[in-house]
């Protein structure tokens, strides 16, 4: 025995990797023998014990938006705690129990069942009525849209359907939310509607091109008839009015709510009151909306209220109603992969995001960028997640202001906003998130001055790197977009390469704010720009005017100087 142990004492000085290889592998053997024992003598711990710090508490990261394999949704079977099914789902204790006799947990039958007998125990609010066909050609509920890919509820869709006195809320492919007056598809089986809700795993949120719809039994019946249409001006009537706004309706006893609400049960964006005559229809070249009339030439007051105007005959009073104008929602990426990389510039709070949402409506392909930002990838900007190289998308946001990163595109949108207003918006961003605002404390603490005094100059450097170094800029300030958004929106099309449609650019102009527009409730009351940051910024002004007019571009817009 002596005589092999110093065989094997030798064997190992002559190949030391092999002893400590050896040494590992048992070293790890005894730490799984340990690790089953403990398990082993683990006890079964049963729904009503478990601790309310494990599980899905608040306590667990979030994981960005990377899905894990979908094998891993069928793998919990231990009994938990009534899960949470917001304010309108209220569970009970015995909920465990019947779900650990059922055993099925990856049936999307017994899910579906599940859901609709919650559904039915509600106070009335929305009444469940099934599952339907979707085609993102012609929607089923042609009302408001909007997405979220990471908090999206069953009660968060009702609720903002509701609110804007829709009669029917829709959720699809676990995070999208359709609102709508009238159902215009067929039902279909209840199994098509399998996927959970992004923010509320413990509910079905419609399916692929599938509908979970719902019927609003309190959506406020004023909200209803008239909501939040909007007033859009006094119109001369158009040469070929019946081409033009093809439904009318002879209302003797007229009013604004009355055609508002004939023109939203009709699916249509536009309602004109021409004296007792409604009109509905969509924004055409035809019909544009660009040429807006003195308003006291369409001031006849209407038939069915005394304190309203109703427009004439000659003068038409235009209203936008809550129906979305759908010609310019479809989007999707590039069939074929992009020649060029165009990239679309800003400095950081110069709209970039607002501008992303204008070229999707109006080419109808998502946008690419240069980052990833798992917050607007949640709001629907799908090409988020590709990489900006892909050439799938039809081009690039970008904050990027160095030589060899301007080089990487082949022509370029350069976005430029008045400093004072772009400071502070990517400071509310900063702080605040892409729609919130910073907290007061941080406008009067030390990081609103440290942030001027880094921001202000890359404001200026980002502008003149971009015009130095880029290939083919087109330069859009901000403010003439916001003025006149048909006319800047054609030309940055022209530069992608996009045949643009006149038709589909009218459209934009109806849906340009989308959700990327903050609140004007939480202005600040004050100036936070003290003198020494006003002379600072108004020099890079200056050197930025200068730099636009060399390349015979017209300069900075008047009010970017301090009144």
């Known amino acids: 025995m002596a005589k092999f142990l110093v065989k094997l004492q030798r064997y190992f000085r002559r190949k030391p ?99 609709r007998s919650g559904r039915e125990k509600e106070e009335d609010r ?131 709510d009355k055609c508002v609400d004939f023109c939203t049960e009709k699916e249509y964006p536009l309602s004109a009151l ?94 690419g960028s240069y980052y990833f930002d798992g917050s607007l990838y949640n709001k629907g900007f799908k090409g988020e997640r590709d990489h900006w190289r892909s050439g799938r998308t039809i081009c690039i946001k970008t904050h990027e202001s160095g030589q060899k990163e301007i080089e990487s595109f082949d022509s370029a949108i350069l976005l430029i906003r008045n400093p004072y207003k772009a400071l502070m918006a990517e400071f509310n961003r900063k702080y605040g998130g892409h729609i919130g605002f910073a907290a007061h404390a941080h406008w009067k603490g030390k990081e609103w001055p440290e942030f001027v005094a880094n921001y202000a100059p890359w404001w200026a450097t980002h502008t003149l790197d971009w015009l130095r170094y880029g290939k083919k800029v087109l330069v859009v300030h901000f403010e003439d977009l916001k003025r006149d958004l048909f006319v800047q929106l054609q030309r940055m099309v022209g530069l992608l390469g996009i045949a643009a449609c006149e038709d589909r650019l009218l459209c934009v102009e109806g849906q340009k704010d989308g959700n990327f527009k903050r609140s004007g409730l939480r202005k600040l009351e004050y100036d936070p720009y003290t003198p020494e940051m006003r002379k600072m910024i108004s020099g890079y002004i200056r050197t930025v005017d200068a730099a636009l007019k060399l390349r015979n571009l017209s300069g900075v817009p008047d009010d970017y100087y301090p009144r």
């Open 17 to 115: 990797v092999r002893f400590f290889t050896l040494l590992a592998l048992y070293l790890a053997a005894g730490s799984l023998v340990f690790l089953h024992s403990g398990f082993a003598g683990e006890s079964t711990v049963t729904g009503n014990q478990r601790s309310t710090g494990t599980g899905e508490g608040p306590g667990l990261p979030y994981l960005g938006v990377m899905q894990l394999s979908r094998g891993f949704k069928a793998v919990a079977t231990v009994p938990e705690r009534g899960r949470r099914h917001g304010p309108w789902f209220k569970s009970t204790s015995k909920e465990p129990v019947e779900r650990s006799k059922g055993g099925d947990y990856g049936s999307t039958r017994s899910r579906a069942i599940r859901n």
């Open 126 to 256: 929305a009444r469940y009525i099934g599952c339907y066909v979707d085609n993102t050609r012609r929607r089923t509920l042609r009302g408001m849209s909007f997405f979220d890919y990471k908090k999206m509820t069953v009660f968060r869709c009702q609720d903002n359907c509701a609110e804007r006195g829709y009669l029917y809320a829709g959720l699809e492919f676990g995070a999208e939310c359709y609102c709508g007056h009238k159902i215009q598809a067929s039902n279909t089986s209840e199994s098509e509607c399998n996927m959970e809700c992004k923010g509320e795993r413990s509910n079905t949120c419609g399916g692929v091109n599938r509908l979970s719809i719902y019927r609003l039994e309190l959506a406020q019946e004023s909200a209803r008839r008239y909501g939040s249409a909007v007033f859009r001006g006094c119109f001369r009537q158009p040469d070929n009015v019946s081409i033009a706004l093809p439904i009318s309706q002879l209302m003797l006893n007229m009013s604004v």
């Open 274 to 367: 021409a004296g007792t005559l409604c009109r509905c229809g969509f924004p055409t070249t035809l019909f544009t909306l660009h040429e807006r009339e003195d308003e006291q030439l369409c001031a006849q007051r209407c038939a069915g209220e005394e304190f309203e105007s109703c427009g004439t005959s000659e003068y038409l009073l235009v209203y936008q109603t809550q129906v979305q104008d759908n010609r310019c929602m479809d989007r999707r990426f590039l069939p074929t992969r992009a020649k060029q990389l165009v990239a679309l510039a800003s400095f950081p709070g110069a709209g970039n995001t607002w501008a992303r949402h204008l070229i999707e409506l109006a080419t109808g392909f998502y946008t």
